[in-house]
């Protein structure tokens, strides 16, 4: 079993950033791979970003990629996800998950565990 925490959402305007931090427990932290995916009121989950066990390759999506930044440290059991130039658009519950194989990680269906999740809202 894995247990995933997150923090750092809040309210913030537009153009601004936030830090997102997951913390993970249960398991090996560093033979996991970590992704975040964000749901909007009346919208579906979606995939934002993820990352290898090792650190050393990421995924983005499209809305995200070049302001958003995800990492690890695998010696905290924690994966982070900056967020600058946050636009109204991001506004969302942020959710951080586990996966144990690593593949397909755009796919919601390919992680084990998932967080409770940590709201971010963007003002315009």
């Known amino acids: 079993q894995v247990q995933l925490v997150e923090s750092g959402g809040g309210l913030v305007q537009a153009g601004n950033s936030l830090r997102l931090s997951c913390a993970a427990s249960?398991?090996?932290?560093?033979?996991?791979?970590m992704g975040w995916f964000r749901q909007a009121p009346g919208k579906e989950r979606e995939f934002v970003a993820a990352?290898?066990?090792?650190?050393?390759?990421?995924w983005y999506s499209d809305s995200v990629k070049g302001r958003f930044t995800i990492s690890r440290d695998n010696a905290k059991n924690t994966v982070y996800l900056q967020m600058n130039s946050l636009k109204p658009e991001d506004t969302a519950v942020y959710y951080c998950?586990?996966?144990?194989?690593?593949?397909?990680?755009?796919?919601?269906?390919?992680?084990?565990?998932w967080g409770q999740g940590t709201q971010v809202t963007v003002s315009s």
């Open positions: 998950a586990a996966s144990v194989g690593g593949k397909s990680l755009r796919l919601q269906n390919n992680y084990d565990y």
């Open positions: 249960g398991r090996t932290f560093s033979s996991l791979y």
């Open positions: 990352i290898n066990w090792i650190g050393d390759i990421t």
